[in-house]
């Protein structure tokens, strides 16, 4: 089976800074790769997704991430936080029989 | 559109103790899952159902049972209730490659 790495447990930055959460995933021949939110207290929300074609890839709230298969990567990115964006963030893969496999994950704060 | 709903919300037992927790979607989905998540382990897979009819184990089934009961409902239930079953559990459905999760019950097994 397929599974992911997230490589920061806990990321603190500044609103308005820029901020990169990184993953890895053990390679395969194809793949399918997420990254999902958590507000407190919620459940998880879709971010973006990667299916196929272009690499760079955007999603909800002004994310992005880029899949590099040469790296095993699926780094997410926002140019610009706000405080609203503090939450937890999970990097999935999706395995053979569309089971996802997810990372540890991710906590984003974000300081005034 | 509610989604996918769960209930309950929070839960305390008693060690032994067995309760059933309840997952319902209306987006006419054929696969729902139920997972647990525990600080700094992700979210793992304890049971999924690919359709109507079909149940499967996950990652980490033991202490645990499922009922499909329709398409719009799964259940999660523990027979007898343990403290390493604390845990906060999320169903979620998909029709495709996009899961929807539930807002997730909180159980705290004593």
């Known amino acids: 089976a397929q599974s992911v790495t997230q490589l920061d447990s806990q990321v603190p930055v500044f609103e308005e800074a820029p901020v990169e959460l990184r993953c890895n995933y053990s390679s395969s021949v194809s793949v399918y790769l997420f990254w999902y939110v958590q507000y407190p207290n919620q459940g998880l929300q879709l971010l973006l997704k990667?299916?196929?074609?272009?690499?760079l890839v955007k999603g909800i709230n002004g994310f992005e991430a880029e899949f590099n298969k040469s790296q095993t990567s699926f780094h997410l990115r926002k140019p610009s936080v706000h405080i609203s964006d503090t939450a937890e963030y999970f990097c999935?893969?999706?395995?053979?029989?569309?089971?996802?496999?997810f990372g540890a994950g991710t906590t984003v704060t974000v300081r005034a | 559109n509610a989604g996918v709903t769960q209930t309950p919300k929070f839960q305390v037992l008693k060690t032994g103790q067995s309760m059933t927790l309840q997952c319902a979607q209306d987006?006419?989905?054929?696969?729902m899952y139920w997972y647990r998540q525990d600080p700094g382990m992700g979210l793992r897979l304890i049971y999924y159902s690919a359709s109507e009819g079909t149940t499967d184990k996950g990652e980490v089934p033991n202490g645990y049972n499922v009922s499909r009961l329709n398409k719009r409902e799964f259940s999660l239930r523990l027979e007898s209730a343990a403290p390493s079953q604390t845990s906060v559990y999320f169903c979620?459905?998909?029709?495709?490659?996009?899961?929807?999760f539930g807002p997730g019950t909180r159980l705290t097994v004593l």
């Open positions: 990667y299916l196929s074609g272009s690499t």
């Open positions: 999935a893969v999706y395995n053979n029989d569309y089971k996802l496999s």
């Open positions: 987006m006419n989905h054929n696969s």
């Open positions: 979620a459905s998909s029709a495709a490659d996009t899961q929807y």
